[in-house]
């Protein structure tokens, strides 16, 4: 398979939010597979959805890999996991959030994933994280 490229939005809005960012950044790299390109800058955002919640930080990493978009989101889960995340609230607060937005030009739609990101033309966090990637 060749090297695809990939855009994850990463965010966190529980505990240091600037620190599990990073953290989540140096795993991505860590990833057998994939080659960290860029990261936005970070933004700090209101949550959308979800119960009351605190402000999230919020940027995209622009990735290549050479593995399935599945394999992908097992090792993302993974590191949400490493990292304290817990799914026990749809829109929770959570210490780190990542998701595929994008995997090169595939389009999947099945129960565990959805590619392109079916919310991502609704965040502007998104928005503005891969117009400053794509650029």
């Not at 965010?11 to 795993?27: F, H, M, Q, T, V």
């Not at 959805?114 to 503005?128: D, G, Q």
């Amino acid at each position: 398979m060749s090297s695809l490229p990939v855009y994850i939005g990463v965010g966190s809005n529980l505990g240091d939010r600037k620190a599990n960012i990073e953290k989540a950044i140096e795993l991505v790299k860590l990833i057998k597979g994939v080659k960290m390109e860029r990261a936005s800058s970070v933004y700090e955002t209101e949550p959308v959805g979800g119960p009351p919640q605190g402000k999230f930080l919020n940027g995209v990493l622009k990735i290549k890999t050479t593995i399935n978009p599945f394999k992908l989101l097992g090792e993302l889960r993974e590191i949400e996991k490493h990292l304290g995340r817990k799914r026990r609230i749809k829109n929770g607060p959570r210490a780190i959030d990542l998701d595929i937005l994008l995997f090169g030009k595939k389009k999947i739609d099945t129960k565990s994933l959805k590619v392109p990101h079916p919310r991502m033309h609704k965040r502007e966090f998104v928005l503005r994280g891969l117009r400053e990637l794509m650029l």
